[in-house]
């Protein structure tokens, strides 16, 4: 339907549209210019320009039918041309884009130690090193190798605040920033070190929110939370180096 110099797009367009779903969750502009939708429950779609319409991309077609019901909440074009989407039910990558289309899934294996930590994926994100880190809920964060496929995991215990990714960004110096639930981390994409940052301020944020992060012109990194916004920036955060000596002034067994 169009209104002045709005075009709207749904399920009850006639002839232009076969977008079956109003529920629109993401979009990518590929470097052909070609944009894609996700959606939820109706999998992914493109507008077409040269006829004013947007298609479905079939599942069934590619060989994986449950991909045309699927929830996509964020999609990422690699530096080699493919598209990953996280979903509810695995991350998916398309490749042999302009050539003869593939669609790849790949999910929690409690088999396989290198396989994704869990099939909620929420955020995306490829680095300077062409390094591509996948951020679930309640499986932490994984580092995938589109070579061999493989998923490298880091939790809590490689020194996450939270398992629970819900941003990722990178800083003007190349490093990794994400938030998770209860804090944010900082991530060197050299040799994978953690470092997390919880306190007042950050834990008066409340929940972080999915894909809610960016930088600006100076440099500054805003996170967005559910209650409110944290702004920093990186150069300005000091480790402190003097921690405090543990003395014990009394000591009691069985009172």
Same mark, same amino acid.
């Given at each position: 339907?169009?209104?002045?110099?709005?075009?709207?797009?749904?399920?009850?367009?006639?002839?232009?549209?076969?977008?079956?779903?109003?529920?629109?969750?993401?979009?990518?502009?590929?470097?052909?210019?070609?944009?894609?939708?996700?959606?939820?429950?109706?999998?992914?779609?493109?507008?077409?320009?040269?006829?004013?319409?947007?298609?479905?991309?079939?599942?069934?077609?590619?060989?994986?039918?449950?991909?045309?019901?699927?929830?996509?909440?964020?999609?990422? %074009?690699?530096?080699?041309?493919? /598209?990953?989407? $996280? =979903?509810?039910? !695995?991350?998916?990558? *398309?490749?042999?884009? +302009?050539? &003869?289309?593939?669609?790849?899934?790949?999910?929690?294996?409690?088999?396989?130690?290198?396989?994704?930590?869990?099939?909620?994926?929420?955020?995306?994100? %490829?680095?300077?090193?062409?390094? /591509?880190?996948? $951020? =679930?809920?309640? !499986?932490?964060?994984? *580092?995938?190798?589109? +070579?061999? &496929?493989?998923?490298?995991?880091?939790?809590?215990?490689?020194?996450?605040?939270?398992?629970?990714?819900?941003?990722?960004?990178?800083?003007?110096?190349?490093?990794?920033?994400?938030?998770?639930?209860?804090?944010?981390?900082?991530?060197?994409?050299?040799?994978?070190?953690?470092?997390?940052?919880?306190?007042?301020?950050?834990?008066?944020?409340?929940?972080?929110?999915?894909?809610?992060?960016?930088?600006?012109?100076?440099?500054?990194?805003?996170?967005?939370?559910?209650?409110?916004?944290?702004?920093?920036?990186?150069?300005?955060?000091?480790?402190?180096?003097?921690?405090?000596?543990?003395?014990?002034?009394?000591?009691?067994?069985?009172?």
């Amino acid at each position: 339907k169009r209104t002045g110099f709005f075009r709207h797009y749904d399920k009850s367009t006639d002839g232009n549209s076969i977008l079956d779903i109003e529920h629109v969750t993401s979009f990518l502009r590929d470097k052909t210019g070609r944009v894609w939708i996700g959606t939820f429950s109706y999998g992914l779609n493109y507008y077409s320009p040269e006829n004013d319409k947007i298609l479905h991309l079939s599942g069934k077609e590619l060989g994986i039918p449950a991909f045309d019901i699927e929830n996509i909440h964020c999609m990422l %074009e690699t530096s080699s041309g493919d /598209i990953l989407m $996280g =979903t509810m039910d !695995g991350l998916y990558r *398309l490749s042999g884009i +302009g050539k &003869e289309l593939k669609l790849t899934r790949y999910q929690y294996d409690n088999k396989d130690l290198e396989s994704l930590s869990n099939n909620l994926v929420v955020t995306l994100f %490829e680095d300077h090193l062409k390094q /591509i880190w996948v $951020g =679930t809920i309640g !499986g932490g964060l994984n *580092l995938f190798n589109p +070579g061999n &496929e493989k998923f490298k995991r880091f939790s809590i215990a490689d020194g996450l605040p939270e398992n629970s990714i819900r941003a990722i960004i990178a800083d003007k110096n190349k490093n990794i920033w994400i938030s998770t639930n209860i804090g944010i981390a900082l991530i060197n994409p050299g040799n994978h070190e953690i470092k997390s940052y919880l306190g007042r301020t950050l834990q008066s944020i409340g929940e972080f929110q999915m894909g809610s992060a960016t930088i600006d012109y100076y440099g500054n990194l805003y996170f967005g939370g559910s209650n409110g916004i944290i702004k920093f920036h990186p150069d300005q955060i000091k480790e402190n180096k003097n921690v405090p000596r543990i003395y014990f002034s009394d000591f009691r067994l069985f009172n």
